[in-house]
C-alpha cells in the first residue's frame, strides 16, 4: 500500500499514530456530549460529506484519518494541508472511539461551533426562513438543514428547546449542509415571532386546520415569510400556532398521518422557493 505521506504530511507519524488512550483522542471523544461542546467551542464532524464542507468553509482546525481513510480520500488530505490544518493520524480503534456511526468512516474535522447571530441574520433581508421550534429530534433538525440549504431558505433558526445542530446524528443528517447556511438558536419562540414581525417578515405556522391550504397561499408566500414547524411528537405549542400571521395546512389523504418536521419543511420549502421564482 502506497503510504498517504505521499500526498500529505502529518504531525503524528504512520507507524505511530494516535490510539484510542491518547490524550487528544479522549478529549475530541468528549465533543459527543453537549456540555464539553459548549465548554470547548468545538465539535466533531464525520464522515466524507461533512469533513469536505468544513475543509471548503475554512471551518476546520484538525483533521483526523486512518491510514485506509487516507488512501481513499487524498484529495481531503492534500486541502487540508494545503491549507494549513493540522492532520493527524489516527489508528481504528481511535476513530471507534471518536465515530458515532456503525461503521466508522475514519475521516473526522474538530471544528468551532457555527452558531450564527439573529440580527446577522435579519440585517442581511432574508426571503425565506425554517424555523424548528422545540425539534427534539437531531436526524429531523439536520434534515431540515440540508432541505433549507438545497431550497434557497436564507437561515434555519432553532427555537425554544430544540436539539443542539452540533449533535452528532444532525451533522451528519445535514450533509455538510450545516456549514454552507446560516443556523440560529434562538431563545423564547414567541420572543422570535415579535422580531420577525418587526423586520417585516411573515410567520406562517403549520396547522392542520389552517385557515389556508399549502395551494392557496401563493399570495402570501411571495413576500419574505418564516416557517414555523412543529416539535416532531406534539406539533407547534397552541400560543405560538395563535400568534403566527397565517396557519396553512398542507393537503394529505385521509387517513394518513401527519408529516414529521423534516418531510413538511421539504414541502413548504419547496413551495416557497417556487413562489418567489415566479
Request: aromatic content about 4%; glycine content about 8%; charged content about 20%.
Amino acid at each position: 500500500m502506497t503510504k498517504p505521506t505521499e500526498t500529505a504530511r502529518v504531525d503524528a507519524s504512520w507507524s505511530d499514530p494516535l490510539t484510542e488512550r491518547s490524550t487528544r483522542v479522549v478529549s475530541y471523544a468528549k465533543l459527543h456530549r453537549g456540555a464539553a461542546r459548549r465548554k470547548a467551542g468545538l465539535f466533531l464532524a464525520e464522515g466524507y460529506n461533512s469533513v469536505d464542507a468544513a475543509l471548503a468553509t475554512g471551518r476546520a482546525t484538525v483533521l483526523l484519518v486512518t491510514e485506509d481513510a487516507a488512501e481513499r480520500h487524498r484529495e481531503i488530505l492534500r486541502r487540508a494541508v494545503d491549507t494549513g490544518v493540522d492532520v493527524q493520524a489516527i489508528t481504528a480503534r481511535a476513530a471507534d472511539k471518536l465515530s458515532e456511526s456503525v461503521t466508522p468512516p475514519g475521516l473526522f474535522a474538530v471544528c468551532g461551533l457555527l452558531d450564527a447571530s439573529l440580527d446577522d441574520v435579519l440585517a442581511a433581508s432574508p426571503r425565506l426562513l425554517a424555523i424548528a421550534v422545540a425539534g427534539s429530534e437531531p436526524g429531523n433538525v439536520g434534515t431540515l438543514i440540508r432541505t433549507s440549504a438545497a431550497l434557497g431558505a436564507d437561515a434555519v433558526v432553532l427555537a425554544g428547546e430544540s436539539v443542539d445542530p452540533h449533535n452528532g446524528k444532525s451533522v451528519r443528517a445535514s450533509a455538510g449542509s450545516i456549514f454552507h447556511i446560516p443556523v440560529v438558536r434562538a431563545g423564547d419562540p414567541l420572543e422570535l415571532l415579535k422580531r420577525l414581525r418587526t423586520s417585516g417578515i411573515a410567520t406562517c405556522a403549520t396547522a392542520g386546520g389552517g385557515e389556508l391550504t399549502l395551494p392557496e397561499a401563493d399570495a402570501v408566500l411571495a413576500g419574505p415569510v418564516a416557517w414555523l414547524f412543529g416539535n416532531e411528537a406534539h406539533g407547534l405549542p397552541g400560543d405560538v400556532l395563535a400568534d403566527a400571521d397565517h396557519r396553512i395546512s398542507i393537503p394529505i389523504q385521509d387517513g394518513a398521518e401527519s408529516l414529521n418536521l423534516a418531510a413538511a419543511a421539504s414541502i413548504c420549502l419547496y413551495v416557497s422557493s417556487r413562489a418567489h421564482a415566479d
